[in-house]
């Protein structure tokens, strides 16, 4: 039993170090290198997921352990300790969790963000590798990426040419790099552990990341003035 008892503390700490430690010294980072950014926070997350699983099973495997080890009438008190070990350190990690994610919720807060296409009209005016350019029916400058189509408003066709040209590469940087299926993961893994302040961050930070990452495709592939000077206008 001493080995799969020290695994587990090994297994719990790891879970707390990502779930307390990644929000908080983590968050903000990977701006110089967002791909690889992306590629972390979704390791240590399905990282930290894992080895909850295992300490479950751990944890509930002790419980066949005592059965197996009273049968063959080894010492009670002993015995029943080292089934209850376990479960007692995951009721402690539990509520250090717990109390960590209180103190860190504020820092992540989540908001409902309303969907800027609902009830919008939109038209295609042309195609642009392999996505299809949107014209959206909306005010100011405003561009997004849903699965293979590129949105923008009126207003980012009345941009010069190379500007013009500048937003839709850095659009299609996001169907690229398939960032939309990386954003819907990651709020499936909000929704799944909503409690869990590091799902929060997950989320904030796979957005932020995304868009530096296809930024940084576009930066490389188009005059940067011209894509400074067109993103500037968006807000």
């Not at 908080?24 to 950014?37: D, E, M, Q, V, Y």
Request: hydrophobic residues 55%; proline residues 3%.
């Amino acid at each position: 039993m001493e080995i799969p008892l020290y695994l587990l503390i090994i297994l719990i700490e790891w879970v707390m170090l990502v779930t307390v430690a990644g929000p908080l010294f983590f968050a903000g980072r990977f701006n110089k290198t967002p791909n690889i950014g992306i590629w972390f926070w979704f390791t240590i997350l399905i990282s930290a997921v894992l080895a909850t699983a295992v300490s479950l099973v751990i944890a509930t495997a002790s419980i066949f352990t005592t059965w197996q080890n009273l049968a063959a009438g080894q010492n009670l008190g002993i015995t029943l300790l080292a089934s209850f070990a376990p479960w007692v350190l995951l009721g402690a990690a539990g509520i250090l969790l717990a109390l960590a994610n209180q103190r860190l919720a504020p820092l992540f807060a989540m908001k409902d963000k309303l969907d800027p296409l609902a009830d919008r009209t939109a038209r295609q005016i042309m195609a642009y590798r392999k996505a299809q350019i949107m014209e959206l029916d909306v005010s100011g400058y405003f561009a997004l990426t849903r699965d293979k189509q590129i949105y923008l408003s009126k207003s980012v066709f009345e941009l010069p040419a190379k500007q013009l040209a500048a937003i839709m590469r850095q659009e299609y940087g996001h169907i690229k790099f398939r960032h939309q299926d990386l954003k819907r993961f990651a709020h499936l893994f909000y929704r799944l552990f909503p409690w869990v302040v590091a799902s929060r961050a997950l989320v904030h930070e796979i957005d932020r990341l995304c868009e530096l990452s296809a930024y940084k495709y576009a930066i490389y592939r188009v005059y940067s003035k011209d894509l400074i000077e067109a993103r500037s206008k968006f807000r």
